[in-house]
């Protein structure tokens, strides 16, 4: 009595589509945590139980013994509210100077660096087979095909090797893709708040581990490398 009925809890609930964005929402909070004490809405004490709890959530998370509840519902307030269960007043001071808006909007952004790098991988190792079949097919032909009649013979590997270079067009679209998640969302509910929380500071801070600069380098690399080794193949 007295909350939202079960039926608009299940018409808003978004829980079962973001439960993927825990590990960009606790990099968030853990990044958030840090802006608050600079502002100085909580204290190191606090922030180190605050972090703690984060830790703790993690741990739940990864190893699926976190307890979900009717009232949470996005993976947002679930974070929250079980780290408020952990830290105390210090959890609930959490949400000082965010929305949902802005967490949603940053934790996408997030999760997007990490899948769009990791998709851009995948597509690398998808060329790198591409490439090494087209150099074990050497001296191989097969008939072109032109409006669904045979044309001139044509050699197997530059066709597996056309592939290749197809892919590396999508392979450079991720990679631009994943320049534009890196921006500040600059989402908020109605106006901007003026606590110094230290934007910049904060977007420093908030990395996710798997946007690392060397797995970059990789991509950036083995595409390089498949790239020279068409063209030296054609």
């Known amino acids: ?35 608050l004490v600079r502002a100085g809405i909580l204290t190191e004490a606090e922030r180190d139980s605050v972090l703690s709890a984060l830790d ?6 990864t190893a699926g013994t976190f307890v979900f509840v009717p009232s949470d519902e996005d ?19 959490l949400h000082t100077g965010r929305s949902r808006n802005d967490q949603s909007a940053t ?15 995948h597509v690398v ?14 001296g191989i032909y097969l008939p072109g095909y032109t409006h669904l009649q045979r044309a001139q013979p044509v050699m197997l590997a530059h066709h ?7 892919l590396g067009r999508h392979v450079d679209r991720l990679l631009d893709a994943l320049d534009g998640a890196a921006t500040d969302p600059g989402v908020h509910v109605v106006v901007q708040h003026d606590h110094e929380l230290g934007v910049h500071e904060l977007a420093q801070e908030a990395p996710h581990p ?4 060397l797995g970059v380098a990789r991509v950036l690399l083995l595409h390089g490398h498949h790239r020279h080794a068409v063209g030296a193949a054609l």
């Open 160 to 166: 597996l090797l056309a592939h290749g270079w197809s």
């Open 210 to 213: 798997h946007h690392h600069p």
């Open 56 to 61: 703790t959530v993690a741990d739940e998370l």
């Open 125 to 138: 190792d998808l060329q790198e087979v591409l490439l090494q079949r087209a150099q074990a097919a050497d």
């Open 75 to 93: 993976i947002h307030t679930a974070i929250e509210r079980r780290v408020t269960d952990l830290a105390g007043p210090a959890g609930a001071k």
């Open 1 to 35: 009595e007295g909350g939202p009925a079960a039926e608009l809890m299940a018409y808003t609930e978004s829980l079962s589509f973001d439960l993927r964005l825990w590990p960009d929402d606790i990099e968030g909070s853990r990044a958030h945590v840090r802006g």
């Open 107 to 121: 934790d996408v952004r997030l999760w997007l660096k990490r899948e769009l790098l990791a998709v851009a991988g």
